[in-house]
Antibody, heavy 118, light 107 residues
Framework: QVQLVQSGSELKKPGASVKVSCKAS????????INWVRQAPGQGLEWMGW????????MYVQGFTGRFVFSLDTSVSTAYLQIYSLKAEDTAIYYC???????????WGQGTLVTVSS | SSELTQPPSVSVSPGQTARITCSGA??????AYWYQQKPGQAPVLVIY???ERPSGIPERFSGSSSGTIVTLTISGVQAQDEADYYC??????????FGGGTKLTVL
């Protein structure tokens, strides 16, 4: 069965960086995009962008350029989200979700809570 | 502000029908999708391409579309349907956008 399993919660200080992983199983990893979605505490869902798992090309939505980096390791069917120069406002749950064309985001990871606090 | 507008909350009694709307200028040209998110859990896709239901989603969940408004209908609401519901679509730049979310309360 399709699964996306994300890495565990992180507590970081302002200015540090964090790398969140999203390991896929149950399907051919390079056949589907991986999307990243942010959910700030008590807030709604915000699409950050996606990465083409076949070419490795990322696309970032406005507001998530510069400090946010999507990457892959296709040998282990894993996508990564790295955030640099963390700020308190980056505190959120970050989800990866499989992009399935017309079925949009059909499978989601369980989410990774990133807390930025001094 | 979101390009997709949802009511913040909807309340229904068990067994009644809940309707959650989502409005957006691009909806006549783009498919809509609906996600259910229960507290502490990841979102789950419940409707795709306006009206299609993924396997495993109960038949009481249905979607419809009319012009700039799409609607998620939950017939015979059960206590377990209490959750936040988000609509999603593509905007004029072909970027995914989510609605602000609707909290469904089962009275």
């Amino acid at each position: 069965q399709v699964q996306l399993v994300q890495s565990g919660s992180e507590l970081k200080k302002p200015g540090a960086s964090v790398k969140v992983s999203c390991k896929a199983s149950g399907y051919t990893f390079t056949n589907y995009a991986i999307n990243w979605v942010r959910q700030a505490p008590g807030q709604g869902l915000e699409w950050m962008g996606w990465i083409n798992t076949d070419t490795g090309d990322p696309m970032y939505v406005q507001g998530f350029t510069g400090r946010f980096v999507f990457s892959l390791d296709t040998s282990v069917s894993t996508a990564y989200l790295q955030i640099y120069s963390l700020k308190a406002e980056d505190t959120a749950i970050y989800y990866c979700a499989r992009g399935s064309g017309d079925a949009a985001f059909d499978y989601w990871g369980q989410g990774t809570l990133v807390t930025v606090s001094s | 502000s979101s390009e997709l507008t949802q009511p913040p909350s909807v309340s229904v009694s068990p067994g009644q029908t809940a309707r959650i709307t989502c409005s957006g200028a691009a909806l006549p040209k783009q498919y809509a999708y609906w996600y259910q998110q229960k507290p502490g859990q990841a979102p789950v896709l419940v409707i795709y391409k306006d009206t299609e239901r993924p396997s495993g989603i109960p038949e009481r969940f249905s979607g419809s579309s009319s012009g700039t408004i799409v609607t998620l209908t939950i017939s015979g609401v059960q206590a377990q349907d209490e959750a936040d519901y988000y609509c999603q679509s593509a905007n004029s730049s072909d970027n995914w956008v989510f609605g602000g979310g609707t909290k469904l309360t089962v009275l």
